[in-house]
């Protein structure tokens, strides 16, 4: 009888302690979901999208060198095909200036648009290129900047015929390299056991030790021009306004989750939304110091790998399996 007693009352301690945990790490809901779920007829894992300047007519790219286009600002996609010649590519960047686009993808792929899109060119890229397109950015007439998957960076101002290398100093192979607006870059690496960055004018980059334990899952630039950091375990940690050099302390929206926590992009220099594992979706008001969670997303059976807002009220969340968000403007979410 003692015995039953003993084990009656350390199930009653674990179930004790478990209901704490939970209450103590609910997060609140958000009033309202304004995002509208798309689902495309794909397979593939979304991983980039952007418009033609001053149109409702964009491109989404993904794996399985999977291409879509709208012409209605993004509720709905036509899927397009472009013969590589391969059955393994994989696009991993678009980005338009006007009516002129680039697109980079693996194993080695460049393309070209002058027209927004009707016409793709390829263009050939040197066999000797330290490692494969990661991603570019379109920044003007015939110019555009790409960054390579070791931390190459190259500059192009004649519609790609000629690259001049930024830097020449790979960083070795990344998990994610992100850009700010002023040209700095930060890189994580493969593993997540350090970042590196890059400032214009650079030889290297210059390689930084994580302040945790735990590995980085992705970083980039934060609105006032410093860092921000999500690392497993559903950490998120922003660089002090008052001084880059220094990280401020840890916050963990949710603690209970084990869903990672994989992108993080900026509405308004407030209004914060967090993308990750198992259709998690956050959000925070107020520059990161409270957070709720859209559990109208939640059952999407879909990890959400990027959060992309073009504009205050045209953003989207690219996920796998062929699931897309769409935000809906204030006026129209419900």
């Known amino acids: 009888m003692n015995l039953f007693v003993r084990k009656l009352k350390q199930i009653l301690i674990i179930l004790a302690v478990c209901l704490v945990c939970v209450s103590c790490s609910r997060i609140n809901e958000v009033a309202s979901n304004p995002w509208q ?32 286009e709208t012409t209605d600002g993004g509720r709905t996609w036509s899927e397009k ?7 393994k590519e994989s696009f991993n960047a678009v980005s338009f200036y006007g009516q002129e686009g680039w697109i980079t993808g693996e194993p080695s792929i460049l393309l070209h648009t002058d027209d927004g899109g009707d016409n793709w060119s390829r263009i050939p890229l040197s066999e000797k290129l330290p490692g494969n397109p ?12 790409m960054v390579t998957n070791l931390g190459a960076i190259y500059k192009t101002e004649d519609g ?3 690259w001049k290398a ?11 390299i992100n850009r700010a607006e002023d040209g700095r870059y930060v890189a994580v690496s493969a593993r997540g056991n350090f970042y590196s960055t890059w400032s214009p004018g650079d030889t290297e980059w210059t390689p930084h030790d994580r302040n945790s334990s735990r590995r980085i899952q992705n970083m980039s630039f934060t609105e006032d021009g410093g860092l921000w950091l999500l690392a497993r375990g559903g950490q998120i940690q922003f660089t002090d306004p008052e001084n880059p050099e220094k990280w401020q302390e ?20 407030e209004e914060i939304w967090v993308a990750g594992g198992s259709g998690n979706l956050l959000r925070s008001s107020d520059g990161g110091e409270t957070w709720e969670k859209d559990r109208e997303i939640e059952s999407i059976p879909s990890n959400l790998y990027k959060v992309i807002f073009l504009t205050p009220e045209k953003g989207f969340v690219l996920g796998q399996r062929g699931i897309l968000l769409k935000y809906q403007e204030q006026e129209s979410a419900t």
């Open 37 to 68: 779920e798309i689902e495309l007829p794909t397979e593939a894992t979304f991983a980039d999208l952007d418009f033609v300047a001053n149109s409702d007519r964009g491109w989404l790219v993904g794996t399985k060198a999977s291409l879509f």
């Open 81 to 87: 095909t472009i013969e590589l010649g391969g059955d």
């Open 134 to 145: 990661y991603s570019i950015l379109a920044l003007g007439e015939n110019s555009a900047e």
């Open 160 to 162: 790609g015929r000629n």
């Open 166 to 176: 930024l830097v020449e100093g790979a960083v070795g192979v990344a998990r994610n």
């Open 250 to 269: 840890v916050i963990f929206p949710e603690r209970s989750a084990s869903w990672g926590l994989l992108d993080l992009a900026y509405r308004s220099p």
